[in-house]
Nanobody, 120 residues
């Protein structure tokens, strides 16, 4: 079965950094794009960053461009989100996501999320 397990969240001061990790299993990791989402209290879940299967292309939400970097290690079945210059508005639960296609139908898989709190 597909499993995505996030880690690395925590409490950090404004301007600080955190590195999130998402360990994947149950599917061929190197064949799939991976995405980080986040959801703040009272707000809809939003896409933060995505990376293609081989890591050759990335995309970011405008709100995190220049501060966050998504990367992956296909040998370790892990995707990362390096977050620098964190702001209080980055406070949210961060989720790892992948979408698998089976018999022309697509399925979204999510991790349990990791809390990031940016506060002084």
């Amino acid at each position: 079965q597909v499993q995505l397990v996030e880690s690395g969240g925590g409490l950090v001061q404004p301007g600080g950094s955190l590195r999130l990790s998402c360990a994947a299993s149950g599917f061929t990791f190197s064949n799939n794009a991976m995405t980080w989402y986040r959801q703040a209290p009272g707000r809809e879940r939003e896409l933060v960053a995505t990376i293609t299967s081989a890591g050759g292309s990335t995309n970011y939400a405008d709100s995190v461009k220049g501060r966050f970097t998504i990367s992956r290690d296909n040998a370790k079945n892990t995707v990362y989100l390096q977050m620098n210059s964190l702001k209080p508005e980055d406070t949210a639960v961060y989720y790892c996501n992948t979408r698998l296609v089976k018999f022309l139908l697509s399925y979204d898989y999510w991790g349990q999320g990791t809390q990031v709190t940016v506060s002084s």
